[in-house]
């Protein structure tokens, strides 16, 4: 069963704006990780956000996580052509290397 | 460093067929999950392999069945292939107390016709 759902399921957007994508899940959590993957191959870490923790921002991403609502977003900021991909949250509910995904968020960024 | 490796990268079967497919770990690496994703789908956990042994598993039939050598690689089997079986096929490796992170190799395409 999936633990995490995306919402929304598809987003296109023109080169230079904004990207953002939200998460929910059921159970309580370790860890909530974020995922890329381009064109049906492997999967590309982006950010891991700690149950403890609110905020993480790497680069143009910024990750939030409210515990109490069991939701997560990921923004993309000042999006380019190369963001264009499917993108997952997953779950860590022990800290056991064990995941689960939702079903993902198609990007298409329009040039 | 080489990452996560896997092979083959696509293959065809026929229903009711066995197939191996086969993760090298990042080097490093004692820990390797395997995840099926289908079509449009995120990916499922499959099982676990930490010292050779197999640590947790997901909700999958007994067809599925794998190995972890000593020097950590790791197969999957699958047995009596179903057309439900095509997939993508993940390979993710990690260290055992490594802070939750892995890594994920390029995967296997599956069909099965």
């Known amino acids: 069963s999936q633990q995490g759902e995306e919402d929304p399921q598809a987003l296109s957007i023109q080169e230079g704006e904004n990207a953002t994508m939200n998460c929910s899940y059921k159970?309580?959590?370790?860890?909530l990780q974020w995922y890329r993957q381009n064109s049906g191959r492997g999967l590309v870490h982006l950010i891991l956000?700690?149950?403890?923790?609110r905020e993480k921002h790497s680069g143009r991403l910024r990750v939030t996580l409210d515990t109490s609502k069991k939701s997560s977003s990921l923004l993309i900021t000042a999006s380019r052509a190369a963001d264009t991909a499917s993108y997952f949250c997953a779950t860590e509910i022990r800290a056991d290397y064990k995941l689960s995904f939702g079903a993902g968020t198609t990007v298409t960024v329009r040039a | 460093d080489a990452g996560v490796t896997q092979s083959p990268t696509h293959l065809i079967k026929t229903r009711g067929q066995q197939v191996t497919l086969r993760c090298s770990p990042k080097?490093?690496?004692?820990?390797v999950s395997w995840y099926q994703q289908a079509l449009g789908q995120g990916p499922q956990f499959i099982f676990q392999?930490?010292?050779?042994?197999?640590?947790q598993r997901g909700n999958f039939p007994d067809r599925f069945s794998g190995h972890q050598f000593p020097n950590y690689s790791s197969e999957l089997n699958v047995n009596a292939l179903l057309l439900g079986d095509s997939a993508l096929y993940l390979c993710a490796s990690s260290l055992r107390d490594g802070g939750s992170l892995q890594y994920f190799g390029p995967g296997t395409r599956l069909t099965v016709t």
């Open positions: 956000i700690r149950s403890n923790e």
């Open positions: 080097s490093g690496h004692d820990t």
């Open positions: 392999y930490y010292e050779e042994e197999e640590r």
């Open positions: 159970t309580s959590i370790n860890n």
